[in-house]
């Protein structure tokens, strides 16, 4: 089954940790995007790459680092200065950037709780 | 600045009929999206208009005046698993989704 998996579903730190979420998609997807989802607002970017080893800032980067060393994965660090990481996060993919038809699809979410 | 408007919440009534509106500005446009997303879950792809006019899926429609900067999506015979916030979404001309809100839509037997 193709797809993508974000782990873990539920994730708890103590304030100045350093976390990473997973994101893991064999749908041979070009490109990869993580998105932060808080109540009452719309989704918003925080790193997207096109290709491997290359990526992009989103509107919200600050505080948050990613890599794509392979084609299927593209890990989010959320650092310790980022000023309120607690959040549902969201990793996506796509088929081809840069296309108005490019759809993207979503992993099931994880929520970061920072203590 | 790009802004995406949608309703914050709806009650419909299953079986019922109900319109999800959405107005955009954006920097360009390159296609509208509509996503269906239930609660703590992954939103998923209902929807993509890049022409004016209505696009049919099931019981889904969804339909574009660029124009208006205006988009609409329809339910049509409502379920209780159609309670979800529906997302919509605007691909600029950097080929970047910039997303509304979101509607919450609540069916009631």
Known sequence: DGGITQSPKYLFRKEGQNVTLSCEQNLNHDAMYWYRQDPGQGLRLIYYSQIVNDFQKGDIAEGYSVSREKKESFPLTVTSAQKNPTAFYLCASSMAPGQGTDTQYFGPGTRLTVL | ?109
């Open chain 2, 1 to 109: 600045g790009q802004n995406i408007d949608q309703p914050t919440e709806m009650t419909a009534t299953e079986g019922a009929i109900v319109q999800i509106n959405c107005t955009y500005q954006t920097s360009g446009f390159n296609g509208l999206f509509w996503y269906q997303q239930h609660a703590g879950e992954a939103p998923t792809f209902l929807s993509y208009n890049v022409l004016d006019g209505l696009e049919e899926k099931g019981r889904f429609s969804s339909f574009l005046s660029r124009s208006k900067g205006y988009s609409y999506l329809l339910l049509k015979e409502l379920q209780m698993k159609d309670s979800a916030s529906y997302l919509c979404a605007v691909m600029d001309s950097n080929y970047q989704l910039i997303w509304g809100a979101g509607t919450k839509l609540i069916i009631k037997p």
